[in-house]
């Protein structure tokens, strides 16, 4: 049990391009989770999956971010044609409970 | 929905004193709360979590947090601080039901200083 893995951790981008970052959970748990933290705030929770279903999506979560989790095991975040405002970290936490989130450390994202 | 509310954005402590967080809830059903901390360009790390029974809770690295139904609050105390103690803290909440997402408060800064 490695812990949550994302990747990459930094990840420098021009507007308008599209990026994806990518999470490993820790391998027995079903539930998946993205949050997006911007400067001095705390997170904010974009999207939720259980396995293979995204069971949740924030409003924040606008047309240009999709996520997928493909087979339940690994999650993938894309942005499309980003923007300044899209400047954050972008977290994945995974859980076997309702509870008890675990972390990754984050990807952080720069938008020039 | 809920909210959460950190009522100050930083508290400046010198080594080996006490400190207390403190963080206020509003929901309008039963919640489980969470204090967790985040070191410089780092990920969150669960110090501890209030889901039911005794309302004092202790967590990792000497931290303890009080719940409180009648005030709404979950405040963090610390006894003695260390430098190393110095990062940011997060308190969160989410529902008892059978999922749930978190909602976090806007963090508190602790500046521990020799």
């Known amino acids: 049990d490695t812990g949550v893995s994302q990747d990459p951790r930094h990840k420098i981008t021009k507007r308008g391009q599209n990026v994806t970052f990518r999470c490993d959970p820790i391998s027995e748990h079903n539930r998946l989770y993205w949050y997006r933290q911007t400067l001095g705030q705390g997170p904010e929770f974009l999207t939720y999956f259980q396995n293979e279903a995204q069971l949740e999506k924030s409003r924040l979560l606008s047309d240009r971010f999709s996520a997928e989790r493909p087979k339940g095991s690994f999650s993938t975040l894309e942005i499309q044609r980003t923007e300044q405002g899209d400047s954050a970290m972008y977290l994945c936490?995974?859980?076997?409970?309702?509870?008890?989130?675990?972390f990754g450390s984050g990807t952080r994202l720069t938008v020039v | 929905a809920q909210s959460v509310t950190q009522l100050d954005s930083q508290v400046p402590v010198f080594e080996e004193a006490p400190v207390e967080l403190r963080c206020n809830y509003s929901?309008?059903?039963?919640?489980?709360l969470f204090w967790y901390v985040q070191y410089p360009n780092q990920g969150l790390q669960l110090l501890l979590k209030y889901l039911s029974g005794s309302t004092l809770v202790k967590g990792i690295n000497g931290f303890e947090a009080e719940f409180n139904k009648s005030q709404t609050s979950f405040h963090l105390r610390k006894p003695s601080v260390h430098i190393s103690d110095t990062a940011e803290y997060f308190c969160?909440?989410?529902?008892?039901?059978?999922?749930?997402?978190?909602?976090f408060g806007k963090g508190t800064m602790l500046l521990v200083s020799p």
């Open positions: 929901s309008s059903v039963s919640v489980y």
């Open positions: 969160a909440v989410s529902e008892t039901r059978g999922y749930s997402t978190l909602t």
């Open positions: 936490a995974s859980s076997v409970q309702e509870y008890g989130y675990t």
